[in-house]
């Protein structure tokens, strides 16, 4: 989470007042790891098809955690531009592809509830950073909250990978959803899970493969840019720095408290209809933040955009692995991830935009 945009949208207002650097540039950091994630996914998820996610993911951590030392010791924005880009690719094409590919192959019919688990995870990471990053740089500075998190990105990445990851239930005599390979009488039992999996060249002939891609790459243009700017976007409105830091701590419990409960409903729904209300959600937020000046109008705005980014953690991996199957997941989840360009610029447009026509009036010249 240290490299995913609710939590460097904390670090951006202390940053900007030290540094004296705009907006779009610490924007740009975050575009530039989006695209070399981006890239990089494409070769690492046929990685992890043919190794498995331990190495990937265990690899990614040490790389996020020492990106996060570096970012504690930036003067100039290449330098922040390298050791953030080097933390979000990381997070991108490591941490976040091998997880999500780990666990949409050991699970079929339980695919909902254990990705769901997963996304858990992640919102509660994003709930709590922000109030304990902000408590950090209260008593320190922002510099200090960035080795406090390299400390647990050592700790919490890592050391779980290593010791748990495991490529795909039928290296080790099991099947999906904890099924016995074995019947009653001793005679081995087919996959009972019924699923199908397509290779990358049969996935790339279908219509429906680049109708996911195209949804795949339009979604996170709109939620990364939320996501990065929302705490600094309350800031200028007039929110008390706590109260705008609150923000996104309570879009991730809201993500955190709904996810679970869709995941379950994922397994009996067809995950297109979650799709179409993840894409209705997002735009009921939107609508709403256009009018967000108050904290009780900014709570609505992070509960509904709280739930819809909730469902994308679950619809974007469901959607590739449930039309597509398991064994070649990784490689037709990398191989999506360059065709998702558009979504970086999100950000560093918004940053841009901000930054021109901040408390209602133009306050610089336009650098983007």
Request: aromatic fraction near 8%; hydrophobic fraction near 55%.
């Amino acid at each position: 989470m240290p490299a995913f945009g609710p939590i460097l949208g904390v670090f951006i207002e202390p940053i900007e007042r030290e540094l004296g650097w705009s907006r779009a540039t610490i924007s740009t950091a975050f575009m530039i790891g989006s695209a070399t994630g981006a890239l990089a996914s494409v070769v690492v998820g046929r990685l992890v098809d043919r190794h498995g996610p331990r190495v990937v993911v265990a690899a990614g951590g040490l790389l996020i955690a020492g990106a996060l030392l570096g970012l504690s010791t930036v003067q100039e924005p290449w330098q922040f531009w390298a050791y953030f880009g080097l933390a979000r690719a990381s997070a991108i094409a490591g941490v976040e592809l091998g997880t999500s590919v780990a666990i949409a192959k050991w699970f079929v019919r339980k695919r909902g509830r254990a990705l769901g688990l997963k996304a858990v995870g992640q919102r509660l990471g994003q709930a709590v950073m922000p109030l304990g990053i902000f408590a950090v740089m209260t008593a320190a500075d922002w510099r200090a909250a960035y080795v406090v998190l390299a400390g647990l990105a050592a700790v919490l990445i890592v050391l779980p990978s290593a010791l748990l990851l495991r490529r795909r239930p039928e290296d080790h005599g099991l099947l999906p959803d904890g099924a016995a390979r074995q019947g009653p009488g001793g005679e081995e039992t087919a996959d009972p899970s019924g699923e199908g999996s397509w290779t990358l060249a049969e996935a790339r002939r279908t219509r429906s493969f680049w109708l996911i891609a195209v949804f795949l790459s339009l979604t996170p243009f709109v939620q990364g840019a939320v996501n990065l700017h929302m705490v600094v976007n309350f800031h200028d409105k007039g929110l008390a720095p706590a109260l705008a830091v609150s923000i996104a701590s309570i879009f991730a419990a809201t993500s955190a408290l709904s996810i679970l409960p869709i995941g379950f409903l994922l397994e009996r729904v067809h995950v297109r209809y979650a799709g179409m209300v993840q894409a209705l959600l997002v735009l009921a937020s939107m609508l709403i933040l256009l009018v967000a000046d108050t904290y009780p109008m900014a709570v609505a705005f992070a509960v509904v955009f709280g739930i819809g980014a909730g469902m994308r953690n679950l619809v974007e991996v469901m959607l590739l692995a449930n039309y597509f199957g398991r064994e070649s997941l990784g490689a037709i989840k990398g191989f999506t991830a360059p065709l998702r360009a558009i979504s970086p610029i999100g950000p560093v447009l918004v940053g841009c935009e901000l930054e021109f026509t901040r408390d209602g009036v133009v306050t610089g010249v336009f650098d983007g």
